[in-house]
């Protein structure tokens, strides 16, 4: 059964090539959002298997808190696309779990083996777990 990511970015540009990449690996896109409400719209409506999740994002609510209202809800992995890697995100994304962090501009391979890995983690406990 294919996966299903739902594209939370909101430089038009950058989800539409995360769309064409996704697609082309073999994944299903659930639908992108530009924003932190809509994200959490879509992702209630979708049940996507993970989210692709930019930690800047249009509007009052950031990448970082929307998905952690969705993870509450969802036990979903995220992938956090930032080009801030720093320690404030970092020490605040570690509140959602499971999660990947893969820093802008990042290469498809990359991309990709964080997709696959995140895909295969499960939350036990409270704790990340690679199944």
């Known amino acids: 059964m294919r ?11 950058v989800a539409r090539s995360l769309t064409i ?3 082309r690996w073999g994944y299903d896109v659930a639908g992108t959002a530009d924003n932190g ?5 879509l992702a209630m409506e979708t049940s996507p298997d993970l989210l692709l999740m930019d930690v800047r994002l ?19 992995p995220v992938v956090y696309l930032t080009a ?3 320690t404030m995100v970092r020490d605040h994304s570690k509140m959602v779990a499971p999660f990947l962090c893969v820093t802008k501009p990042f ?7 964080a997709i696959e890995t995140a895909l295969r983690l499960t939350v036990v406990s409270g704790s990340t777990a690679i199944n």
């Open 3 to 13: 996966k299903r990511v739902l594209i939370i970015e909101d430089e038009a540009i």
């Open 21 to 23: 990449l996704l697609r």
């Open 37 to 41: 409400f809509r994200a959490i719209e």
């Open 58 to 76: 249009d509007g009052l609510m950031d990448g970082l808190e929307a998905a952690a209202q969705i993870v509450e809800q969802r036990s979903v």
């Open 84 to 86: 801030y890697a720093n």
């Open 107 to 113: 290469s498809e391979d990359n991309l990709q083996a």
